[in-house]
């Protein structure tokens, strides 16, 4: 009998183990080829991808979230990094690539760590300390704004828009985008508030860019329910109903007996008393539109339309919402509850033509708080990245309005904070000083990022960029890359919201960090045995 003892397995026949350096670089390489898929993306002048779904179907844009939201990826260090680029949009509305290509140069820089034997521990540590002393730096050089500051807030409209498509309206788009934050900005004790719902944005092919608008007020995608119904209601008195105009049925399942054709017609005559009642509650409330949420009985519809009245029916509680915002009418349940006093007001309600479809405008709202815009391309390619670039302006002129700050783009805050934080790393004792280093350095990849997009020589670019910043005031200077000069992005009117860069550096370095801590990767049975993950440990693609 041997005295040998066997190894005890604890993982299903069938498993794969990664541990140590094995997990932490295959880690590493996953979120580093994440990185690379949209970094050519970064800047005015970064290149589009193709992304084609199993169906065929084909999309064409730029936008690091739509590209990341839009792929397959299989590697969980690498979905890590797609958070990254999804938490940048949900609180900002755009800065995805730099998020992402950030986090990306952050993993370079700490395999080029690892390889000089640094623990993985002191590059966290050091990453930590760089974070907070970054987002302290971010802080000092960031210009308080007003939001009266049209010409600035129309420049930060411009900057999130440029390299995305529509340049060539770019001007009209970035007016629409400031009016349209500015009209659903709610101003209290001189604090804004502005939600991206009050803003609805809506896409029709036909027609030019040039024929995008803004309504003030909203833009419903309904049509009148009853054809002999007004096209067209001034001075609308606005009733919002959310039960439906009909007569209710029983709840259980019942039987009628009917011994006379006087009966069947008492029986129809008392319905349509029900229905006269709800409308003759509507009309003598002063109503002249009625927009319910539920349906309408053809009977009531006949009614409506004879007393001159505009309706909608099946609308959604969302646009409900919109509604009762705007025109300041309340929501009322049904019809029998409705009073003059909950009514809301508008100039105009009227139904028009855009594209092939009728859709119902509502205008001239004193205080809408929400606003509507149309937008209007040649293809449907081409009107939803036209959608993509205005909805991130709007996200970004949101963030300004509440937080009053910005900073300079191009690669201009960036290289700051890179040199501040690279004298700051002389002052950290031991390996820390190291990856305090490397993220001043990674935070440098942003603007060689967008000169070599550029077409422009990142070295060069990169050392007078430097030299720049040494010079007194130097903090604003950026890469103008039509003439392939640094100058004064302040000036040049390249300017982003100060909190983009903050949620970019915070979260990329958090998803860096997590990964780092990685030593053990344990894939079960089925993961193991799929190809993607074998080609994964391998090395060869992530998605």
Do not use: W
């Not at 077409?455 to 050392?463: K, N, T």
């Amino acid at each position: 009998m041997s005295n040998m003892k066997q190894p005890m397995g604890i993982q299903p026949e069938g498993s794969q183990r990664f541990k140590g350096k094995d997990a932490l670089r295959m880690n590493i390489m996953a979120g580093r080829i994440v990185a690379e898929i949209i970094k050519t993306t970064l800047g005015p002048r970064g290149m589009d991808k193709m992304l084609v779904e199993s169906a065929g179907e084909v999309m064409i844009t730029n936008d690091g979230a739509t590209i990341l939201n839009r792929i397959d990826i299989s590697h969980p260090a690498a979905k890590m990094i797609v958070e990254v680029a999804r938490t940048q949009d949900q609180e900002i509305g755009d800065g995805t690539t730099t998020a992402v290509v950030l986090a990306g140069e952050l993993l370079k820089k700490a395999e080029s760590l690892l390889d000089q034997d640094v623990h993985v521990t002191s590059i966290t540590t050091g990453y930590n300390i760089a974070t907070e002393k970054a987002l302290s730096i971010l802080g000092d050089v960031g210009e308080e704004i007003s939001m009266d500051n049209d010409k600035i807030l129309l420049e930060i409209a411009k900057t999130s828009m440029t390299g995305k498509s529509a340049e060539k309206s770019i001007e009209k788009l970035a007016k629409i985008a400031v009016e349209a934050v500015k009209i659903a900005t709610n101003t209290k004790e001189g604090i804004n508030s502005v939600s991206k719902n009050d803003i609805k944005i809506t896409v029709k092919e036909g027609g030019g860019l040039e024929d995008s608008a803004i309504i003030k007020g909203l833009l419903v995608d309904e049509n009148r329910a009853y054809d002999s119904m007004p096209q067209k209601i001034k001075n609308a008195k606005i009733a919002i109903l959310t039960s439906p105009i009909q007569v209710k049925k029983t709840g259980i399942d019942a039987k009628i007996r009917i011994t006379s054709p006087a009966n069947v017609q008492g029986f129809i005559d008392q319905e349509d008393f029900m229905l006269k009642r709800m409308v003759d509650r509507i009309i003598n409330a002063g109503a002249n539109v009625v927009i319910c949420q539920k349906g309408i009985d053809d009977s009531a519809l006949s009614y409506l339309s004879k007393a001159g009245a505009y309706a909608l029916k099946s609308v959604s509680e969302k646009e409900i919402k919109k509604i009762s915002k705007a025109t300041g009418a309340r929501i009322v349940n049904m019809a029998l509850d409705l009073e003059p006093s909950d009514l809301g007001k508008a100039e105009l309600v009227e139904e028009r033509k855009v594209g092939d479809e009728y859709m119902t405008f509502i205008e001239g709202c004193v205080d809408p708080k929400a606003a509507s815009i149309l937008i209007r391309g040649g293809t449907k390619q081409f009107v939803e990245t036209v959608e993509r670039a205005l909805d991130d302006a709007i996200g970004v002129l949101i963030t300004v309005v509440k937080e009053g700050v910005i900073c300079t783009g191009a690669g201009a805050t960036e290289m700051e904070i890179a040199k501040r934080l690279s004298t700051f790393s002389n002052s950290v004792k031991g390996r820390e000083q190291l990856a305090v280093k490397a993220f001043a350095e990674a935070l440098e990849g942003i603007p060689k990022a967008i000169a070599e997009n550029s077409g422009l020589d990142m070295i060069d670019m990169l050392v007078n960029l430097r030299a720049a910043h040494n010079k007194d005031n130097g903090k604003s200077m950026g890469i103008n890359i039509r003439n392939g000069k640094v100058e004064d992005m302040l000036k040049a009117g390249v300017v982003e919201p100060l909190k983009l860069k903050e949620q970019a550096i915070k979260s990329a370095s958090e998803s860096v960090v997590m990964i780092l801590r990685i030593d053990d990767v344990l894939a079960g049975k089925e993961l193991a045995k799929s190809e993607a993950y074998r080609n994964m440990s391998a090395g060869s693609q992530i998605a």
